[in-house]
């Protein structure tokens, strides 16, 4: 959901995905021509290529795992903001420091969510008239690629009826339903509507509440959604980033060959299917590591915790500018650019294109010096300056484990909805600190852990200047 670039945790594991699905059509080929059994390699290629598959299967198993615990409820929630497959669940409040299930969340928008899976039957979504307030409905399939938007950049504050459909379904759709076909057969609608702080929930509520996601076959009838399925063997306790991070390469292989069954790959990939297949991982077929070559299971077993460092090293690709990470990049839409998608899916899962929102991230002062509760912190923007956004801007802060930490005012982002203080001169200063920087300061005080922490600028719909690379955020100064 969220801004990417961040360190990585550790927790447990579990395996499985949804039940239904759709089989690939245009994986039919690969199934026919490639056998289980992988063509004889050196465990040196067999590693290169395992790095690069780990890469790879990334988003889907995150999605896919993420996916498995946010779904495991008999109803929506709107606390932990989990539903049933197919099911709307609107978020009443801002995330707080209890929630876990996806890093770094937002406290700028009420969310509004849908994991659907749309293999049997499309979904038919009812966005009702926002006269003018600033939302958007990104549409992600289970690559994490961002294929579509809905809202006030697209298709204006007005209300509307868009299908979306899996990529196999045909069929007729009733007048003024508009189709957007999506690449899976799973995916996520995330809804963003701008919320200018507690004051202003019961306004985003009613909004909400004219926010409808049925089945096709519902559409213009009463329609109560069925009760979803609980595995009490889930595990709903660790992070879906935590789960991942500690699969073993064999349950984490055997779940991307699963996930990849129901999900076809992107129309450029193929090259990497190939390579894959000479592992023995071929789309369409499952995979038991534990049966292949052992050659495979050597390289394997190497490429899969290597891969993980890689993606920390990764970080440095992207534009360091004043200690903020600047993701110069396409985000939202990676082509083969595999180890881009990993790395935003791992650091902020749901991030928005560039068009919607931008996210320079702060791990460091302008130092180099990571950013520590022990230090306490100015972000000054002088008159005039203040970040380049049409609709709103904020400053969010995250402890180590990338999740909204508890403090005394219940504080977790700061930005230009609040009732900010300006000095004489028109110029802004945010204090970032551990303990309150003096009563006369706290309105512009944003409360740090007394350990390490980072923050995200986010600005939606960012100005040219904010994408272009002509506007640099001010670095977080240490004050002496």
């Known amino acids: 959901m969220i801004p990417f670039l961040a360190p990585w945790r550790r927790g447990a594991h579990t395996v499985t995905g949804p039940a239904r699905g759709l089989m690939p059509l245009c994986l039919a080929l690969s199934v026919t021509m490639a056998s289980a059994a992988a063509p004889t390699l050196t465990e040196d290629e067999a590693y290169e290529i395992g790095v690069e598959a780990y890469t790879y299967a990334y988003p889907l198993v995150l999605m896919e ?11 929506p929630d709107s606390a932990s903001l989990r539903a049933p497959y197919n099911q709307l669940v609107h978020a009443t409040a801002f995330p707080d420091a209890s929630f876990k299930d996806v890093v770094r969340p937002n406290a700028d928008t009420l969310y509004s969510l849908v994991r659907y899976d749309v293999g049997q039957e499309p979904m038919v979504i009812t966005v009702p008239d926002t006269a003018g307030r600033y939302f958007s409905l990104t549409l992600m399939d289970m690559w994490t690629d961002a294929y579509a938007s809905i809202g006030t950049r697209t298709t204006g504050a007005a209300t509307g009826r868009f299908a979306i459909v899996g990529p196999g379904w045909r069929g007729p759709l009733p007048a003024g339903v508009r189709k957007i076909v999506s690449p899976t057969a799973g995916g996520w609608l995330t809804g963003r509507i701008q919320t200018n702080g507690e004051a202003d929930y019961a306004k985003v509520h009613q909004l909400q509440s ?17 009760p979803g399925r609980v595995d009490p063997a889930i595990d709903m306790k660790t992070p879906p980033v935590d789960q991942v991070q500690t699969m073993s390469p064999a349950a984490y292989f055997a779940l991307f060959a699963e996930a990849l069954k129901r999900n076809p790959p992107h129309a450029a990939d193929y090259p990497m299917l190939l390579r894959l297949e000479r592992l023995g991982l071929v789309a369409g077929q499952g995979f038991d590591l534990n049966r292949a070559d052992p050659t495979v299971q ?20 992207f534009a360091q500018r004043n200690g903020w990470n600047l993701a110069m990049a396409r985000i939202g839409s990676y082509g083969e650019d595999y180890l881009l998608r990993a790395l935003v899916a791992r650091g902020g899962l749901g991030a ?6 931008v996210y320079p991230g702060g791990f460091v002062d302008p130092d180099g010096q990571p950013l520590t509760g022990a230090a306490r912190y100015v972000l000054h923007f002088d008159k005039g300056q203040l970040p380049p956004a049409k609709a709103f801007w904020s400053l969010s802060l995250y402890g180590a484990d990338q999740f909204f930490v508890a403090n005394p005012l219940n504080r977790y982002a700061i930005g230009d909805r609040d009732k ?5 001169d028109g110029s802004l200063d945010i204090h970032v600190q551990h303990e309150s920087p003096g009563k ?28 272009d690379g002509r506007w640099t955020p001010p670095g977080m100064q240490r004050v002496k």
């Open 352 to 357: 928005l294109t560039p068009e919607e929102a």
């Open 298 to 317: 050597r390289a394997l077993n190497r490429a899969a915790p290597d891969a993980l460092k890689n993606f920390a090293a990764g970080r440095s690709r």
């Open 65 to 75: 795992t993420t996916n498995r615990v946010t779904t495991n409820v008999a109803r």
């Open 210 to 226: 004219g926010l409808h996601a049925v089945p096709l076959s519902a559409l213009g009838k009463p329609y109560t959604p069925p």
């Open 420 to 424: 900010l203080v300006f000095n004489p």
């Open 440 to 467: 006369d300061k706290e309105a512009n005080w944003l409360p740090a852990p007394a350990g390490p922490f980072s923050t995200n600028l986010r600005l939606y719909l960012p100005k040219p200047e904010a994408t």
